[in-house]
């Protein structure tokens, strides 16, 4: 067995991040992918850091203007009616330097009580709290179009980026009118630290033949005075990296040369360099600078000849007289640009002067960013200082003063010298705590393993293998938490009271030591997997999961949770490919004979242009990818005839994107092609259809389609079986005959699924999908969303499972068929008739829910069932009771539910 805790490798690394206190910056941000909420919907964004201009009432204060959430009076309303002229904030504290890149804004809604809205806004951002900066779009327009109702969520791109901690979105008004605002702000850490860059104004190129080109930085936020820009960041912070041509543009509607910031060798006099200063949040050791820069060598341009950078520890310091200088090695060969690295030799400064010089007539930058360590070190060079000036220690930094030949400072020896008897004692310990991991682990391979197997299986297939179910405790969802469980659950029998208390349990064992019974009452019970037997003798008609394979009764050395009946039917590992789906959930169980034909066929959806795909919202991240919303310009003429997608009049379409992330790793990448081939071939009206593929290149992307009224679960639980009450005060509401029909369409698109060998695993209202014509397709995104993370449960902190869900062979013998699927739509039609409102065994503990399964399995008529909702009718509750047996065989198939439940459509 391999311990974590005893790699090398790792436990070195982590001692030396421990001696530097510091952590590498990342690299320059890409704000394709720098798109992750920041945190006013889920609250990592505390009330205290949003705050207002003025406020109406205390409850539509700053703190309630938090997207998709009605607290309070559902939004943030300044005070009074809006005039054209007033200039009222919304405050956002971010808590340090963030690289923002998109906005999101909704109104007051307030459970249909409200109808206020802002129909535009204005940014305006800071980084000190003291400057304030307003934005601008790359056109000069300071004013973003908002929302036109008070309950859609309304998203904008952020063209160009702003970089800062302190944002105030100010709402925009043609009329007097009440504005309500609700925020999401959405981008990631600017970890690089840089907070202002100075350089001269950039210049214009005009040559015949040529189209006038414009070099200077217009999105600029600082001071431009006397032909210089200080104190701002611009294009050279944006992300947006410069093409080879540079006459060629990233950006829509924009001048030639814009994505660079550029000079002329002689408009600079006879210095023959570029000079720049760069100012950070903090002091750093700065290990590299990357510079990309235009080579087009055709038209006179190439990157820089050589750079000499200078460093300032403090920004009331002097600059160190010793430079670094780089020296660059020019191609004249090949015109691309590039990025040009530059070591910096882990100099100590807050501030830096680079003096970049020319190589010919131009040199041209698009991007400049730094990589450094936020904790300060001493550095070879030593900082300038008076003579006189005493030496200095503090937490972050290690100043000394330049010692003379003639009488050296000896004042820092005893500093040096503790520092090096803790750096000693240090590597003692590291060096003791490695043995003893591995004594530790050698240890711990003698005994029982306590594993689960990483696929979400629970596996009883060696003789070492003990499980462990445990989870932090999760918070209920709202509205399906045991405060808010309904008066109609009632426990069908109450459980043993053994489960209540471990004593009485433990006082058991010698008896249970002689019992083959042991087994199955110690199996599925995470709170005694420490009082395991040593052994188990077998009684007639069980068996022993013991070296591999499974044993005969007169064998004695397994220990109990490997004994289990001979009518348990148990998991053969290799009948089932499992697929890790990018977020995380396991969408289909494939027989592994129908992944292998597929793996050697052509992935069957085309390839569909990445840049048509416009990012609108994340869905749902998971382990190895993420899910997002995006519109699909061109997607329906791209398709052609026969496409599944309803008729647009050619406006784009709204599609769910799965997207691998960069980092993951070569089996997860592999296991994404193969749902894609999965997916690509599924074709049922009930089962989300996979649209299209981005897999020539990296990020790995599959477009599926979107449903417009959301998932099934959030759709229910928004509302009330119809009635006449629901009519006369227009609460949105559905009639049992809707209830029938969405069981009827989850019974078909689970029929497809099982005529084709699949099974789902994870079928729930979570994962059924709704469009405007209340048409349910299947899906998977459920395990990705945070919104449902109280439905799994999380073991060991990596796999989770639906075990509210799952059929008990699933959670004890990591056993999925398509009979397992048939268990879930049991739970699922009984989410259907309670409108959602309630999570299963509400009143029941996740540990409990696993402790009533070991009762399905032991089948002494004390395992609990889910009431009958009041809205069902008996004859399809008898039929969900069929879902729920005990025996695999004596289960509905999905032919005989859909064949069952169409004649309930039809009355």
Known sequence: MRCSCCDRRTIMHLFLLLILHATAAVGQIDPTHCRYALGMEDKRIRDEAVSASSQWYQSTGPQFARVNREEGDGAW????????????????????????????????????????????????????????????NRAGNPVMEANKNAYDYVINDVHPPIIAR????????????????????????????????????GQQLQRPGLPLASFNDSTYDGVRDRRRLWGGLGQLTDG????DNFLQTRQYNTWPGYDYLGWRNDSLGTQGHVEMEFVFD????????????????SLGVKIFSSVSCWFKPRLVATWDPEPVTFVTVLDDRNPSARYVTVPLSRRAAQ??????????????????????????????????LPPDEETTLTTSSITTSPATSESPDTGNTPVLIGCLVTIILLLVIIIFLILWCQCVCKVLEKAPRRILDEDVTVRLSSCSDTIILQTPPVPPRAGHGPNNAGPHYERVFLLDPQYQNPAVLRNKLPELSQSAEAS???????????????SCHMASGWLCACGGGYAEPDVTQCTPHQCFHSNAPHYAE???????????????????VTVDSLTRKDISAAEFPRHQLIFREKLGEGQFGEVHLCEAEGLQE??????????????????????????????????FMKEIKIMSRLNDSNIIRLLCVCVTSDPLCMVTEYMENGDLNMFLSQREIESTLTHANNIPSVSLSDLLHMSVQIASGMKYLASLNFVHRDLATRNCLLDRRLTIKIADFGMSRNLYSSDYYRIQGRAVLPIRWMAWESILLGKFTTASDVWAFGVTLWEIFTLCKEQPYSLLSDEQVIENTGEFFRNQGRQIFLYAPPLCPPSLFELMMRCWRRNIPDRPTFEGLYQALKPHVNQ
């Open 77 to 136: 309303c300044p005070k009074g009616q809006l005039e054209p002229s007033d200039t009222q904030y919304l405050q956002v504290d971010l808590g340090r330097l963030t690289f923002l890149t998109v906005v999101g804004t909704q109104g007051r809604y307030a459970r249909n009580s409200g109808n206020e809205y802002a129909r535009a806004y204005r940014l305006n951002y800071s980084r000190d709290a003291v400057l304030w900066t307003s934005w601008k």
């Open 166 to 201: 302190y944002v105030r979105v100010i709402p925009v008004t043609r009329v007097s009118t009440t504005v309500c605002m609700r925020l999401e702000l959405y981008g990631c850490s600017w970890d690089e630290g840089l907070v202002s860059y100075g350089a001269p104004e």
């Open 240 to 243: 947006v990296i410069g093409l």
């Open 282 to 297: 903090r002091q750093r050791n700065f290990t590299s600078m990357k510079v990309h820069s235009n080579n087009m060598f």
């Open 351 to 384: 501030s830096l002067r680079c003096r970049f010089y020319f190589a010919d007539v131009w040199m041209m930058f698009s991007e400049v960013s730094f990589q450094s360590e936020d904790a300060v070190l001493p550095t070879a060079v030593l900082p300038s």
């Open 520 to 534: 199955a009452l110690l199996l599925g019970n995470p709170l005694y997997d420490l009082l395991l037997l040593t």
């Open 574 to 592: 290799t009948d089932i490919v499992r697929l890790q789906g990018v977020t995380g959930s396991n969408m289909y169980a494939v027989p592994a």
């Open 638 to 671: 791209f398709l052609g005839e026969g496409s599944p997608l309803p008729d647009r009049d050619g406006y784009s379409v709204l599609v769910a994107v799965k997207q691998l992330r960069a980092d993951a790793t070569s089996q997860a990448r592999n296991d």
